[in-house]
């Protein structure tokens, strides 16, 4: 892990950061439906996938969400921290065997109720191998200004 300080004014609107690819696996949907309770055969049924329109067993999306923002955990900000989460969406399935890989923008900054903090969004696009999109998000983040250290 790297930490990289990063204040509200450091921040600038049309930055981005790709990660790297990382491959789905059944192991992954199997700990995560342990993990989770959710056992549907959806994710967990091969024969009867096989029967459903995808033909084949599918990652939750909460493992694709869960899989790609650890991805994009690289540095640690101490100067930020998440606030959560808005607008996710599932776009595509993501199946057994994709390898999926994560493009963060930031999009927008605006003052915070407090003087202290501003708000930054950074807009997350996940893509699977064959540069489909597979799911978006923004993720909220509250960042201390430089003037509240000062």
């Known amino acids: 892990m790297i930490f990289k300080s990063q204040f509200f004014e450091d921040y600038t609107i049309g930055d981005t950061r790709k990660t790297l690819g990382r491959t789905i696996t059944e192991t992954d949907i199997v700990m995560h439906a342990g993990q989770t309770g959710d056992f549907f055969p ?84 996940v893509f699977n191998q064959n540069n489909e999109l597979v799911m978006v998000c923004d993720h909220l983040l509250l960042a201390n200004r430089k003037s509240a250290h000062n």
């Open 42 to 125: 959806h994710h967990l049924d091969a024969e009867w996938c096989k029967t459903q329109p995808f033909k084949q067993r599918i990652a939750h999306g909460t493992l694709t969400f869960s899989v790609a923002i650890g991805m994009t955990a690289t540095e640690i900000n101490p100067e930020a921290f998440s606030k959560g989460y808005d607008r996710l969406r599932f776009i595509k399935p993501v199946f057994i065997g994709d390898t999926i890989r994560v493009e963060v923008t930031i999009i927008e900054k605006k003052d915070d109720k407090r003087p202290q903090f501003g708000q930054v969004v950074e807009h997350v696009d």
